[in-house]
DNA sequence: CACCGTTGTAACCATTATAGTTATAACCAT
DNA sequence: ATGGTTATAACTATAATGGTTACAACGGTG
């Protein structure tokens, strides 16, 4: 099926939770909130955090964006935990057969239009903030 | 990672190979131009023909398109072979926790927004037929 | 009718990603 | 030093993928 994890929902769970709540965040509290393992957030903030989003303290605990909530895009938090190589969201099937002029063509023509619908998809998440949705819990 | 699989790429070279060339389209002929072994390629054109793209004849051998390749859209090929509980892309963390304003709401506001993407890419899609693409193969 | 290439499936396997879990070391304010 | 926290390794169960072998069913041809 190749669905987008759940670890990119936790992702804007968690950085709503640092948003709204910027002085209770420890990895246990953003997991009650989220319902899961504390390690599997830590986990994810260790790429929010390699990702420039958020900062972490060890030892004292807690976390806090690195950038203004109008300044992180749905994209951004995407981005920082969808790692996949190439940042390509399909997959195209390798070494077709280059004696067949389907098999010698399919990759580039196929990589192009994939490409542009990739775009579009990560267009749309580009224009949500997460400002916006924090305004929408109230 | 969640990349979509390699199965769309081999389902649209697959109907290319056909509009190309509708006569020796025999799934060991299809297997060698994708390098792949037959039976994948079976059990993808059996997910093609559930979704009414495409004939297939036992015993005879080969297959034929059910629709004009102008009528075939990159979207009726994901749709086909990409087969995932309600058609969503994303997957979202389940039971967070509704004591919290951000777990109580996360669901409904982040469906919205995923759906928008996944709308956006599936338009995409929709933007292009096989008639295009097999222009492209010259 | 018998043959033979083909399609349709079931079954199995190796690989990979995910999500959860336990355990332990490192951190740091008190 | 203590205690709560973060960081990370290691292990597990589950699931999807892509490949493979095996075999039944199909259907034209000799």
Known sequence: MGQISTRFSMAVHTLSLIAF????????????????NPVVIRRMMGMLKKAGLVDVRPGVGGASLLKDPSEITLLDVYRAVNVTEENQ????????NI????????????????????SAMEQRLAQTTLDQLIHKFQ
């Open 99 to 118: 004696a067949c002029p389907v098999g010698r063509n399919i990759e580039q023509v196929l990589q192009a239009e994939l490409r542009d619908a990739q």
């Open 21 to 36: 709540s910027p002085n209770e965040c420890t990895g246990d509290f953003i997991a009650g909130s989220v319902n899961t």
């Open 89 to 96: 969201l399909f997959r195209i099937h390798e070494n077709p």
